[in-house]
């Protein structure tokens, strides 16, 4: 693959700034053809589809804080010479194509392409159906950008195939493929996990759990829990479980008042046979299989736990390993939970809507990894690259 200079990227992205500022009406004219054709019984895929004015200008905030951030490939990472003279360097280099496969938003159709880009990755990008038309005009948009620079459109490309199509390609790519990034539920992970033939690396579910122990301040406490469950009902960082440590004073009062500002949210609640007694009028959940599922909706689901450990245990069994929360003014037992608790991010009386790239420092992103290899937790541009050893030697042989 070609390493193309920093200069020359940074001109593309420069570039694609330009169009989709020019074209941002005509962008927003042809999502509406996907907002018409949506059936809205999903609130949430729904609210990913959309894009506006405040998005588009998102897209290009997105691309300008890439095109601000160094370069990562070609960075060295170690550089030693043995006592044999032999010079070994350990350098960044990219991974070569990356395929995402995603649902809705597309946005992700800007953020995963100038993060592939710019860490020299051609990217093939494969939205979903309910994105035709935004996708289609936000591709035409990069292809300008690469053809205004002598590059090639292959650097980034949109698949316009179906299902079936989707997983013969996944099972017999006509290209080389070095890594695939499913972005969306567990359904799509699975399928692309059966039939892919290279790495793929997983965005999880969310499916978020807080904690809230008897020395969590509860002005606090609401605050977060609202924030992380109302803030953005789509995000895979929104807010599912709530343990509440059956110790914490007033304890009847203190969930009935969780429970009356929540449903003052238009949330939904339920809960599982351990507050039956407690919440008489909300829905008892008794099928476990709840445990593991990520709402994405305005629903929340509350549990009492004995103590840390047990809420500890039940969060590694059923989260996705995305996002947890712990409430609290102890900083000890902040401390056991965070280092206990299996998750991408863990949280201490915070909200659990900040396990995102952007509020996190890192910028744009492709995905949230619930993987451990090869990074876990937002894929932001310096984690879109592998790494390569050079070796230089003087006629240097293994004896």
């Avoid at 059966?194 to 807080?210: D, K, M, P, T, W």
Wanted: charged content about 25%; some cysteine.
């Amino acid at each position: 693959m070609e390493l193309l200079n920093t200069n020359k990227k940074n001109d593309v992205l420069d570039a694609m700034m330009r169009i989709i500022a020019e074209n941002k009406q005509e962008i927003i004219k042809e999502n509406q053809k996907d907002l018409d054709a949506f059936t809205k019984d999903d609130q949430a895929l729904y609210d990913r589809l959309v894009v506006n004015e405040a998005k588009v200008d998102g897209m290009i905030q997105a691309i300008k804080e890439v095109r601000q951030q160094e370069d990562p490939v070609q960075q060295v990472i170690s550089n030693r010479t043995l006592e044999t003279g032999l010079n070994i360097q350990n350098k960044t280099a990219p991974f070569g194509t990356i395929m995402i496969i995603y649902e809705s938003r597309p946005d992700v159709t800007i953020e995963a392409a100038v993060l592939a880009f710019k860490a020299n990755n051609k990217i093939l990008l494969k939205g979903g159906k309910e994105a035709k038309f935004s996708n289609l005009i936000l591709e035409k948009c990069w292809h300008q950008a690469l053809k205004e620079n002598g590059l090639s459109k292959d650097w980034i490309k949109l698949l316009h195939m179906n299902r079936a199509e989707t997983q013969e390609f996944l099972r017999n790519p006509t290209e080389k493929l070095d890594l695939i990034v499913p972005r969306g539920g567990e359904r799509l992970i699975a399928f692309v996990k059966e039939h892919a033939q290279c790495a793929v690396l997983i965005s999880g579910r969310g499916n978020n759990f807080l904690y809230i122990t008897p020395k969590a301040d509860w002005e606090k406490t609401i605050k977060v829990v609202i924030n992380a469950k109302t803030d953005k009902i789509s995000g895979c960082n929104a807010l599912d479980k709530v343990l509440i440590d059956k110790n914490i004073a007033d304890f009847e009062a203190k969930v009935k008042d969780l429970n009356s500002i929540l449903n003052d949210h238009q949330v939904e609640v339920v809960v599982d046979p351990s507050l039956k007694q407690t919440l008489p009028n909300n829905t008892v959940v008794e099928d476990q299989n709840t445990w593991y599922e990520e709402f994405l909706a305005m629903k929340i689901m509350l549990s009492v736990v004995e103590n840390e450990d047990e809420a500890i245990a039940t969060i590694n069994k059923y989260s996705g390993g995305h996002s947890a929360a712990i409430l609290t003014e102890d900083a000890k037992e902040a401390e056991l939970f965070m280092e206990q608790v299996d998750s991408a991010a863990v949280y201490h009386n915070a909200s659990t809507r900040f396990t995102d790239g952007g509020q996190m420092g890192v910028g744009a992103e492709l995905a949230i990894s619930t993987d451990k290899l090869h990074h876990r937790g937002p894929l932001g541009l310096k984690q879109l690259v592998t790494n390569k050893y050079y070796v230089f030697g003087d006629g240097h042989i293994r004896v």
